[in-house]
């Protein structure tokens, strides 16, 4: 795979200067306050107008009322950093100045081809921000709860809020965000938010096409981040730790006291150690390939690391657990060899998730007679529910039972993000790495 970044004149923009008077930010919030001085200037609305130009205040962009993107193109083909016109948010939707982006397995899969997604497009879909802007005839609820300035973390899976699995409360199955995010690369109206700043070719977005300097998000998909949580690190709750928890609270519904293997120890995987941790699980069987990720994985939580190489994964989960097997067995890997050790791993009446996202069309083996006989439960996971899960991840980190700082093992600047991917395709990321855009 080749990635290289974009034009270097696209790294002259400066990140980090003062606020460019020519911003469409700066100048809508400016005439709307310096429009009928007389008028404005009373009661709730003088403040109103003060506290926006404020907030204004407080973001720039590369040059002007433009930004940047890292561009997926086609397979095989580079990433480039691009221009991006300003992307505006509708109804519902919020304007994010995007501070760290998380470096994903799944960016990787469409990068290589081997997940199906529509392109030229943006990548990155884990992300922490502040709020910029409202969409036009956005709810005053969602106004109050994420007013311009809010530090906030997206989740990768935006939920409508009003299809019929959200209505029940299952965001991890949205209608809008399977029918159009993921089969057309946009938002609910079918339209993308970006587009292209000399030629206003339009760029699709995996997620919210985290990995630039600004993004648009559903609302429904933020959660406020406090003052107590750092940007960079805080990142990876959208993904790797979202992923993690809906997997473990909603698909394996881990007790106190389970015993519970996860296969592949990465990003997605060790956020699993930790969670199980934090659940109360008593064996924490981490199994991979690499000696320093089952090293990196006591930190964790695991209490006992199988190297699968060195030994055969499936004998070794039986021997710790007395010949059983594990309560709960999670495949993190998406690979058909350890989806069938994950259903082997577990006992009689055992729970296997399946949490890694594979090539297309790949296809995993099961036991048919033992899934019968013995009642084994295969369930597949894509991601926590964002509206309830979001908030208690917040907490989780909050408190210090699941450690941020620990689960973050690289750290990139956004001129360096192609660097990032390429390290991720060669193994050399422990656990996750965060692109920082601020």
């Known amino acids: 795979m080749m990635i290289r970044s974009g034009c270097k004149r696209l790294f002259s923009s400066k990140k980090n200067g003062s606020v460019l008077s020519s911003s469409w930010l700066l100048n809508r919030n400016n005439n709307q306050i310096n429009k009928g001085d007389n008028d404005v200037i009373k009661r709730s609305s003088s403040s109103a107008a003060a506290a926006a130009a404020a907030a204004a205040a407080a973001y720039h962009v590369s040059s002007g009322g433009y930004m ?14 691009e221009e991006f016109n300003m992307p505006r948010p509708k109804a519902g939707e919020i304007l994010i100045k995007t501070k760290a982006c998380g470096v994903c397995h799944s960016d990787l899969h469409v990068i290589k081809g081997e997940i199906p997604f529509s392109n030229p497009c943006v990548v990155g879909h884990e992300i922490t921000g502040e709020v910029v802007e409202h969409g036009p ?32 409360g299952h965001d991890d199955l949205c209608e809008d965000f399977f029918a159009y995010n993921r089969a057309k690369g946009t938002l609910y109206d079918g339209e993308t938010r970006l587009f292209l700043r000399n030629s206003g070719k339009p760029v699709f977005m995996y997620s919210m096409g985290g990995m630039a300097e600004y993004c648009v998000v559903p609302a429904n998909a933020l959660s406020v981040l406090p003052d107590s949580l750092p940007y960079k690190e805080s990142a990876i709750l959208g993904c790797a730790v979202f992923t993690a928890y809906g997997a473990m609270a909603h698909a394996a519904e881990v007790r106190a006291g389970d015993s519970v293997a996860v296969i592949g120890v990465g990003g ?10 934090a659940f109360g699980a008593s064996d924490i069987i981490a199994v991979d390939v690499h000696d320093e990720k089952l090293q990196k994985a006591k930190t964790f939580g695991a209490t006992h690391t199988v190297n699968a190489i060195q030994e055969d994964a499936i004998e070794k989960i039986r021997e710790i657990t007395g010949g059983m097997g594990v309560d709960i067995a999670v495949e993190a890997l998406g690979k058909p060899q350890t989806f069938l050790q994950c259903v082997q791993s577990v006992k009689d009446g055992g729970k296997a998730v399946m949490i ?78 965060v692109v920082e855009i601020m």
């Open 356 to 433: 890694g996202l594979a090539q297309s069309g790949a296809v995993g083996e099961v036991d048919i007679n033992r899934l019968v006989r013995r009642k084994i439960q295969v369930i597949g996971s894509y991601g926590g529910r964002a509206r309830q899960d979001l908030p208690k991840l917040v907490k989780l980190a909050e408190s210090g039972i699941f450690n941020l700082t620990n689960a973050v093992t690289r750290k990139y600047k956004f001129e360096d993000a192609n660097k990032a991917y390429e390290d991720l395709n060669k193994g050399n990321i422990l656990s996750r790495a």
């Open 268 to 277: 997605v995987g060790s956020s699993c150690l930790q969670i199980a941790r």
């Open 137 to 168: 005839h956005t709810d005053n609820k969602t106004i109050q709860r994420l007013p311009v300035g809010s530090r906030v973390v997206g989740a990768f899976i935006m939920p409508c809020g009003n299809c019929s699995f959200c209505s029940k």
């Open 68 to 81: 940047r993107g890292l561009v997926f193109w086609e397979t095989n083909k580079p990433l480039t950093i």
